[in-house]
Every structure is written in C-alpha cells, then in structure tokens.
C-alpha cells in the first residue's frame, strides 16, 4: 500500500480472527486472508476495543496514537489491516469474509496417483478399500494396471499439466508392489518423455512393506523415489490389525526389510503413516518405536476412515486421548524448533508449513484439481481414495476428463458451499476436510466432516501457538524449515 490509498469513511469494527498468544506475544489469525499478525501491546488494545464498539477513521487513529504510535505509523497498521481484510467498514461488516476462488476449470495437472493394482497380500481389517465400508467395485476390471495404460497415464499428465515446469507421480495399490516391474518400466518411461520435453518429474509411493528386497530398495534409492510405509507400531499393534488372510500378523515380515529400507534408500527422508483405531491409539509409544527405534524420518498419524458404525472406530474418549498425546509431541515439536533441531512429528510439521505459506483453501486437497487418481483399468478419480468407483469416475485416460463431473465433485467441494464452515475460523486449513471421509460418513463428498470439527480447531490453536513461539523466539528456524520442505 501507498500514501495515495484511499481510506474508506465508514466506521470500523473487527473482522473475523482467530487471536491467539505465544511466548508472552498477542497473535492475531485473519480467517479471510490466511495470515498471522504478531501485535504490539497498542494494537491489541485498540482490536480490544473493536471487539465491543465500532470506531470511525479518525477515532482509531487516535486510539493508536493515545497507544503510543506516531500518526504514520498508525496510518500504516491501518492499511495494513483493511489490506488483509482484517477490519471492515460498516457496510460490509455483517457479511462473511468472501470464500476463496476455485481455480479455473482448465487448471493444469500436477501430479497423477497410479493405482498400479487393487490387489493386496494384506487384509488389513479396516482398510478402505475393500472393507466393510468399501466404495470400490472391482468386479470386471482388471487387477493389475498394463504397461500400455500406465504409459497412456504418463503422457496424459504431461499432456494435461500445462506450462508446470515439473510434475509428479505417486504409485498406490492395493499394494503398490505387488506390481514392482511394471513400477521400474513407468518411471523409466516417465523419465524419458519429461527429459524430451525438457521438464522434470518426481515419483513416490506407499507401501506396506512386505515385498520390499534389496534389488527393489537399490531401484528406489537409485531413482530418488519417496518411499511412505503404512505401518500401526510395534508388534503387538501393528499385528492387531495390519494381518494376512490367514491372520497371521505382518510385523515380523516387515521388521528386517524396513531397517534395510531405511539404511540404504540415501536419496529420500522415509516416512511411516499410522492409521488409528480403537486399542491402536498409544501414539507416544507407536512414535517411539517408528522414530527412535526403526528410524523413519517423520511419522505420521490419521484416524481411521469409517462410517461411524464400524468396531475399529475410535470413541470420543478415545479421540480425547489421541489429542492429549498430540500435544505431548507437539510440545516435542516446540522444543527442537527452538533448539534449531527437526523433529519427526508430520502431523505438526505438515500445518506449521501451510501457515508459512498462508494457504486460504478452496477445496481441503488437491483432489479433482492439480491431482487425479488412475485405476488398473485407466479410469479417472478425485484421488487414489476413489479409484474403482463407478460412482466417482472423472474420465478416462484414454479420452480426457469428465469436465462436467469433475465441476459437480469441485462445486459441491467448495468451501464456500459448506454451510457449516462459514462461521468456521479454521475453514482456511482445513474446508471442510477429507471428501472421501465425507463420502464414507455421510454420503456426500462436499459434506463437512462434522465429526472432526471440534478437533480439528484445538489442533491448529496447538500449530499457531507453536508458529508464533518459533517465530518470536527462533525466527530463523522458520526459515530454514520452509527452506527444507521446498516452501521458499
């Protein structure tokens, strides 16, 4: 902003924030523009003020001056805040802040999830895949993705990926691989047509690591390929529900090829997701053992999807104790911050690095929009979490996308079409959350997950005051951390 603004003659009251406090610092969270404003002590009492009473222009000059500002410096918060939205004239004062804009429909690709099978070696008892609340059918389509299609995947991505300079490839299953050569061939070939077009191209994959061996481990490394393994903890909680049909547990499988991974894979950090459910919910002992003992570079944990109605689902005391050790780790997290050190806990890491960039989201992923997922039989979906379900196809590889249906998913995605999220001030984060969670619990996949909300609040209230306490106390940690995790 420049001496030239021009400054409306309504009368001002605040707009919608979160505030918060960290090391002994007022902190304020505009909901409309995604931002964290640090107060001083004059500017948190004039908010103050604006909480009960409206002040015109002039009346909140004075108020900062009567605060110990100069009238320039005064001018300039006041700019600074009517920039971002933060304080509203009259006129528009009983209206919510305005939703964010939904990218246009031609928005380019970025990354496609190949579900390379639907196959899998495991029957983990709460998988969503084939489980009691499945969505998928399989019937008729094939188990494994050929070579034609994956390669027809390839070129579709960089097709549809517009003017990026650099695009992405996540390999899922059932279990990724399980497909292993057809693996090796699509990166090679992905490889190859990115170099012709003189782009690059990243892959990952997610596996449950039992078929993992040292030829497959000496591509992965080799290739630079990320590697995230779904694992519940140790022994007795991995094995309580991550089984083989025969129920025989998988850890004593996957203990040795793990410490192998992790080893010898030198190119990418390795990562492990725990699925939470009911009697697997230790999270300080299943971080423990994931971190220290097996030596994943970040761990990360998610509550079983479920339609409320399962015997895996975690309870509310449950949640209550999951979200009580969250902020043991996260109390963790602070700790190394502020010692310049990472920590592994992706839980906070992943939010701490949304409120660097100061995402405002339309849309709570990149499903249907920068990412699509691919099934075995090429059919396009929001994401890997939808692929083999009819009810969910976006297109196909071989002719193009759905653009009608891919508008339905994205309108009825929006944050601004979630009734519920408007009064919301977390809505920036999180728009509503997951839409196959939504699908699964109620149907629809443009329904506000509702279950969460509540936690989903005391969780980013826990990332803001870490973020604050960081950038009083350790700023330049923030900056390296962003650097670290390719946000700068």
Not at 330 to 354: C, K, P, Q, Y
Not at 411 to 426: D, I, L, N
């Amino acid at each position: 902003m420049n001496d030239m603004t021009v400054i409306p003659s309504g009368r001002y009251r605040l707009g919608e924030m979160h505030e918060f406090s960290a090391a002994d610092q007022p902190f304020m969270y505009l909901v409309s523009a995604g931002a964290i404003f640090a107060l001083d002590e004059g500017a948190h009492a004039v908010l103050r003020r604006l909480e009960t009473e409206e002040l015109s222009h002039g009346e909140l000059v004075e108020a900062l001056l009567e605060s110990g500002y100069t009238r320039q410096d005064a001018e300039e918060l006041i700019r600074e805040l009517l920039f971002v939205q933060g304080i509203v004239s009259d006129k528009a004062r009983l209206s919510p802040a305005p939703a964010p804009s939904a990218p246009p429909a031609d928005f380019p690709l970025q990354a496609l999830v190949l579900n390379i099978t639907n196959q899998c070696n495991l029957a983990c008892t709460y998988c969503y895949e084939f489980g009691a609340d499945k969505i998928a059918t399989p019937q008729g389509k094939p188990k494994f993705m050929s070579l034609e299609t994956a390669k027809t995947s390839v070129d579709f991505l960089l097709r549809k990926s517009g003017g990026r300079q650099a695009v992405h490839i996540t390999f899922f299953g059932g279990e990724t691989l399980m497909n292993f050569p057809l693996l090796r061939e699509v990166v090679l070939y992905a490889r190859e047509q990115a170099k012709a077009q003189d782009r690059g191209i990243g892959f990952s994959l997610t596996t449950n690591a039992t078929l993992l061996t040292d030829e497959i481990i000496a591509f992965l490394s080799d290739n630079e390929i990320g590697v995230t393994v779904s694992m519940d903890g140790p022994p007795d909680l991995q094995d309580k529900r991550r089984v083989y049909k025969s129920g025989k547990g998988s850890y004593a499988v996957i203990e040795p090829r793990l410490r192998k991974l992790i080893a010898n894979h030198k190119t990418r950090a390795i990562t492990a997701r725990v699925t939470l459910t009911d009697g697997v919910t230790d999270v300080i002992r299943i971080y423990r053992h994931l971190k220290e003992d097996l030596g994943f570079h970040e761990v990360g944990f998610a509550p079983v999807t479920n339609s409320g109605e399962r015997d895996y689902m975690i309870d509310d005391n449950g949640m209550d104790e999951v979200l009580r050790q969250f902020h043991e780790l996260a109390d963790e997290w602070l700790e190394h911050a502020l010692r310049g050190e990472m920590h592994g806990f992706s839980n906070v890491s992943e939010t701490i690095g949304e409120l660097i960039q100061g995402v405002n989201k339309s849309h709570p992923c990149g499903a249907g929009l920068g990412l699509l997922g691919v099934s075995p039989s090429g059919d396009l979906s929001p994401c890997h979490r939808f692929t083999d379900a009819d009810t969910h196809t976006l297109g196909h590889i071989s002719t193009d996308i759905d653009m009608e249906k891919r508008e339905d998913f994205l309108s009825r995605g929006h944050v601004g079409a979630k009734y519920e999220c408007q009064s919301c001030w977390a809505r920036p984060l999180c728009a509503g959350g997951c839409h196959h969670e939504a699908f699964v619990r109620y149907g629809d996949t443009g329904h506000a997950n509702l279950h969460y909300c509540d936690w989903i609040r005391e969780w980013t209230d826990t990332c803001l005051r870490i973020y604050g306490a960081v950038s009083v106390l350790n700023p330049e940690f923030l900056e390296r951390f962003a650097a670290r995790k390719g946000l700068s």
